[in-house]
């Protein structure tokens, strides 16, 4: 019986023996894995904290791009509805930036001086362009060149291009054109 027990024990000890080395293999695979698992997420955040500072700084970079145009630019919704403009549009419409935001496009453009829709059907990947009038609070009308091109989400980017400048150069050059021509005939047919 003494023997019996003794193998039993000797069986015991050393299945508590491989239990134990099963239990201690287990925990460090298991803490092997969860220090492989925070590495990857450890390394993913920061993937992600790269990518997020890359586009607030390509971001930061396309305001400025846009702000700083020479030109007015719009972005309308399919309604010819203001989304958004720069400070240029601002300035050519006579209105602060904030109040562009929500104003419906015909508030402000005329076509040949009679509201009413403004722009063309616009199609993907097409340009429309066209001459237009603004008309500014005050009441006083400036001569744009408009250029507008719908974006993939349907929207629509307008730019502008304030050119009363050159409306009023061709005024003159017809004017002086006219005199010249009447005071070229006068002597002619007399």
């Known amino acids: ?7 039993r024990r000797a069986l015991t000890n050393q299945s ?3 239990a134990t080395t099963i239990i201690v293999f287990s925990t460090v695979l298991a803490v092997l894995l969860m220090a492989i ?6 390394e993913d955040l920061q993937r992600r904290r790269t990518a997020e500072l890359a586009l607030q700084t390509s971001e930061a970079k396309y305001r400025q791009l846009v702000e700083q145009a ?13 989304l958004e403009g720069n400070a240029r549009a601002a300035e050519v419409l006579g209105r602060r930036q904030e109040e562009i935001q929500g104003l419906p496009l015909s508030a402000f453009v005329q076509s040949d001086g009679a509201a009413g829709p403004v722009l063309p059907m616009l ?11 603004v008309v500014r609070p005050a009441g006083d009308r400036v001569a744009v060149e ?3 091109t719908m974006l993939d989400d349907g929207r ?8 009363s400048e050159r409306k ?11 005199i010249v021509s009447h005071e070229l005939r006068t002597p002619l047919t007399s």
């Not at 019986?1 to 193998?7: C, D, K």
């Not at 020479?70 to 203001?82: E, K, P, R, T």
Request: charge should be negative.
């Open 16 to 18: 508590a023996g491989r």
């Open 156 to 163: 629509i980017q307008i730019i502008a291009r304030d050119v």
């Open 37 to 42: 698992a925070l590495a990857l997420l450890h």
């Open 123 to 133: 199609r993907y990947g097409h340009v429309t362009t066209g001459e237009f009038w």
């Open 70 to 82: 020479a030109d007015a630019i719009l972005i309308i919704d399919s309604h010819a509805v203001c």
């Open 1 to 7: 019986e003494q023997h019996l027990l003794e193998r």
């Open 168 to 178: 009023e150069v061709e005024r003159i050059k017809d004017e002086f054109l006219a």
């Open 146 to 148: 408009v250029r507008a």
